[in-house]
Structure formats: structure tokens, C-alpha cells
């Protein structure tokens, strides 16, 4: 799959369950490699465990900004987290991305991702990928 994300920016994955489940999938540690095939950038991908509450959640955002990742695939990494402390961690994507990084969010409440997203991707269920620039969005459809 060719995908090319914006540094700096939070990147939103829209579109159905299954078709943006299938694209994270997809990405992996060697997801990082150039357009032209020579070199790889360091991935980091943040997926939170059953028991992780708010502030590790946090936590881990802080580590990955202080870290070398250039891409970070954030996946549903807001699961079970009440409305607020969802708000927090998606919030705290932005200092993650403004550090150089190109941030990647499937969440399962994509609307709510989108209060943060610079951009989206929006997954079909054949499997393709169109960008979207967050102003242009319907968030109904």
C-alpha cells in the first residue's frame, strides 16, 4: 500500500470499521520506507492495553514525543476511555505531531478524532485510500 502522510500533522482514518481496521493492519514496523524504496523512517505505534487508564495513556503520548519515531500510528488507542479523558489523549496528539512527526489515528469515534485531525484518510471497503482536507469533510457521511 502507498501511503504518504504529512510531517507535522495529525491524520485522521475515516471511513467503514472493517476498511480502516484493514488499513492499520496493513501498516508495520517497515511501513517507514521512502517513496523511492532506499530508506526506512522509524515507526512507533501506540495501542493501549485493557487496564491502561488516562494518565498512562498520556504517558506513553509524552514517551513517543520525546522519542525518534518520525511515524506514529495511533490504533483505537482511545478504547474505553470515558468522554473527557478521551478528549485529553486525543489533544495530546498534537505536540506529538508539531515535533515532526506524521501522526496516523484510527479511533473508533472518528468524528471526535477530527477535533484535532489536520487531514483525513478515508478507507473504502475495496481497499482504497482518498485524502481529505479536514475543511471539506462531512462528518455524516
Known amino acids: ?32 520506507r521512502c517513496a523511492s524504496g532506499h530508506a526506512s523512517v522509524p515507526v512507533h505505534r501506540l495501542a493501549a492495553g485493557v487496564d491502561d487508564d488516562v494518565h498512562r495513556r498520556l504517558a506513553a503520548l509524552e514517551a513517543v514525543r520525546q522519542a525518534g519515531a518520525t511515524i506514529v500510528l495511533v490504533d483505537r488507542f482511545t478504547d474505553g ?3 473527557p479523558d478521551r478528549r485529553a489523549v486525543l489533544a495530546a496528539l498534537r505536540p506529538v505531531a508539531t515535533t515532526g512527526r506524521a501522526v496516523l489515528v484510527d479511533d473508533t469515534d472518528p468524528v471526535a478524532a477530527l477535533a484535532v485531525a489536520d ?12 485524502s481529505e482536507p479536514v475543511g471539506d469533510l462531512d462528518p455524516l457521511s
Request: aromatic share 0%; charged share 20%.
Open 81 to 83: 476511555l470515558a468522554a
Open 1 to 32: 500500500m502507498g501511503l504518504r502522510l504529512p510531517v507535522g500533522n495529525v491524520t485522521v482514518l475515516l471511513g467503514p470499521d472493517a476498511a480502516r481496521r484493514r488499513v492499520m493492519t496493513a501498516l508495520d514496523d517497515d511501513s517507514g
Open 119 to 130: 487531514g483525513a484518510l478515508r478507507a473504502d471497503p475495496a481497499g482504497g485510500l482518498a
